[in-house]
């Protein structure tokens, strides 16, 4: 399944437990601008293509919009268990007031509200020990 048109799958394997993790950027969505706050929600899908539960343990983002960096999140206390043979989409909201962003807020205080944006989304999850990147980028229309 696609999300976003973007199709980004990563696999790792822990040597010891023969476990996988098959995960995507599946994209953003409820992108708003109200007050000068942006808000957006990033898709993570996730996948366990074992038997064996899986959990995910750790999210760490860097959410640059239209190349200013916005966010950094680390999710610590996050522990998402994808059952054997299913999969999962991971909501992540990312709100920002652009008055504390000065690129972010000349850029459009200059050009105006865009109608799309470029998301770039970079970092990693770490599942059962396994440490695996996330790095895309896509342009999606502002509503």
Not at 42 to 67: A, E, H, M, Q, W
Not at 70 to 86: E, R, V
Request: aromatic share 12%; proline share 4%; charged share 20%.
């Amino acid at each position: 399944m696609l999300y976003g048109g973007l199709q980004f799958l990563s696999k790792a394997k822990a040597a010891n437990a023969g476990t996988k993790l098959v995960y995507e950027f599946a994209g953003v969505k409820n992108i708003s601008f109200y007050n000068w706050v942006m808000s957006l929600d990033v898709l993570l899908r996730f996948f366990n293509p074992t038997k064996k539960s899986i959990t995910v343990n750790y999210i760490y983002l860097n959410v640059s919009v239209d190349g200013v960096p916005i966010a950094s999140l680390k999710k610590l206390d996050w522990n998402i268990t994808i059952g054997g043979m299913k999969e999962t989409i991971v909501s992540v909201p990312v709100k920002v007031d652009i008055k504390t962003v000065p690129a972010l807020l000349a850029k459009y205080y200059k050009d105006g509200i865009p109608k799309q944006i470029k998301v770039t989304v970079k970092g990693y999850v770490k599942a059962e020990g396994i440490s695996v990147p996330i790095n895309q980028t896509e342009t999606y229309d502002v509503f």
